[in-house]
């Protein structure tokens, strides 16, 4: 098992509640920080909340947010359950120092 797993080259910053000036968005779910909706750095695993949506999307979303040239992808909390669990674990390692 590898502590990091695909790393973008951006920084990762986890259990983002908002945006910070310069970052781009990995969304999950309806509820978006404000401004997210409008911003063309904001990607969303998925808009019904669905973890299998959200699984399949997460490396694609990862890369194409890492080419916006962003400061940092903040990344929006994924429930820690079931496949949740999968995603955070590949967070957490995407987020990983390298």
């Given at each position: ?6 790393a973008?080259h ?89």
């Open positions: 098992m590898l502590a990091s797993h695909y973008p951006t920084r990762i910053r986890l259990h983002a509640g908002r945006i910070e000036p310069g970052e781009a968005l990995l969304a999950f779910g309806a509820s978006l920080p404000e401004g997210a909706a409008r911003s063309k750095k904001t990607l969303n695993l998925s808009a019904r909340g669905d973890l299998i949506e959200a699984a399949a999307n997460l490396f694609s979303h990862l890369r194409a947010l890492d080419a916006v040239g962003a400061r940092a992808i903040a990344v929006m909390p994924v429930p820690n359950e079931g496949l949740g669990e999968a995603i955070n674990d590949r967070l957490v390692r995407a987020a990983a120092d390298r």
